[in-house]
């Protein structure tokens, strides 16, 4: 192949801009001009803290190291609170998802009520269904439970019914034609398929719980966020600092196992 030629194919294809992605564009610009003002959004007064801000970040450099007692069992009570959300979580999105899944369920009406449910359900923020749930049964980790249960169920929920639906048909097929009931179609034919991705799943929601079930605490659904909230109001930044590299420590620990074990699994 001579140089020209390569040089060719190294070479982008060019588009020209069309009018309709250059309204796009002013449209961008506009709305971030009227979101900026709307908001009233200084950024100078970011810049004219600074100086604040590099003080308070200086003192959580020196972190309490003392603190650490009361740290580590608020935090193993924060990874067993997304360890039980979890699991709640994922046992209810597997059943759901054999119920919407319109290649197990054939009747239409029954997997598109299910679905808009299932929709409805994931709209809603996290820390809105802590504060609901610290309404109902009080301030403290099975609030948070709960509301990570219904995240946990949100996330897993959705990828596991479309792994479902994308599964080879012809087990089912041949399972049904020698008369065998769900239950079995099920057991011998969707789940060999699909329960790595199930398994997967999971994992990446608890990833996402343990990042979230920090933040849960901020309004009193137990866990190590309610103290990051107390050290903060009372200016004890040390403390702060404490809480900070342990959460950092302990999430990218287990976003690095998790992650490690997801890939061994889709192997």
Known sequence: MSSTEQEKLMTLPKKKLKILNWLWVLLF????????????????????????????????????????????????????????????????????????????????????ILRIIMNIIRTIPDLLLGAIFVAIVGIGPVAGVLALAICTFGIVVKLFYEAIETIDPGPIEALTAVGANKIQIIVFAVLPQVITYFISYCLYAFEINVRASTVLGYIGAGGIGLYLQQTLQIFDYPKTGTIIIVIIIVVVLIDYVSSKSREALMQ
């Open 29 to 112: 610009v506009a709305g971030l001009f009227i979101s900026t003002n709307e908001t009233k959004t200084d950024l100078g007064a970011l810049f004219a803290n600074f100086g604040e801000f590099a003080d308070i970040f200086l003192q959580m450099l020196h972190p309490d190291w003392s603190y650490l007692v009361t740290v580590v069992p608020l935090l193993l009570e924060t990874i067993k609170m997304a360890i039980l959300g979890t699991a709640i979580g994922s046992v209810i999105a597997f059943i759901y998802s054999l119920l919407i899944a319109r290649n197990i369920v054939k009747n239409k009406a029954v997997t598109g």
